[in-house]
DNA sequence: GAGGTGATTGTTCGA
DNA sequence: TCGAACAATCACCTC
């Protein structure tokens, strides 16, 4: 939209020296590294296209600043029916993602519901079968 | 050598 | 409901 990200939005272009004040993104993944990454947006797919077109067009030019740039200003002059295929794409990949959470999400459930069960078993000692496996989701 | 930075938009999730 | 974080990419720079 506005593309007023709070975020980076125009920052001194090769500015690299200019730290940013933003913390550390990876921290957050580092906290959760099983946690299956976020399905690539409509504009991301595009990209992925968009990049090995600039990289035709320019092979020299490596800064993915540059291709950052570019691709923004190609998305926006997509029309809808351009963008339709990036779109559904990433959906499809969000529907993919979706399938994946839930899974991570019943997989995080099982380790919590174990772990309590681990208090429990400290405190009665008994009943250990093991056979609680987590159902790697088949179906 | 390892890891952070820059630039973009869209989506997701937490407060 | 709003805003921050994060998704990919890779040469370059700092520690």
């Known amino acids: 939209m506005t ?3 709070s ?3 125009t920052r001194g272009n090769d500015s690299k020296l200019a730290v940013k004040n933003k913390p550390a993104k990876k921290a957050k993944s580092v906290k959760d590294p099983n ?3 976020r399905p690539p947006s409509a504009f991301f797919v595009f990209m992925e296209d968009f990049r090995q077109e600039y990289k035709a ?3 020299n030019n490596k ?3 540059a291709v950052g740039k570019a691709g923004g200003e190609r998305w926006k002059s997509l029309t809808d029916e351009e963008k339709a295929p990036y779109i559904a794409k990433a959906d499809k990949r ?3 993602y979706e399938k994946t959470i839930q899974a991570y999400n019943r997989k995080l459930a099982g380790e ?3 772990e309590s069960d681990k208090s429990k078993s400290e405190v ?3 009943d250990e079968d093991g056979s609680g496996e987590e159902d790697e989701d088949d179906d």
């Open 3 to 5: 593309g007023a990200r």
């Open 7 to 9: 975020k980076a939005s």
């Open 35 to 37: 946690k299956p990454k």
């Open 57 to 59: 067009k320019h092979p």
């Open 63 to 65: 800064a993915v600043s």
């Open 94 to 96: 969000k529907a993919d």
């Open 112 to 114: 919590a519901a174990e």
């Open 124 to 126: 009665e000692d008994d």
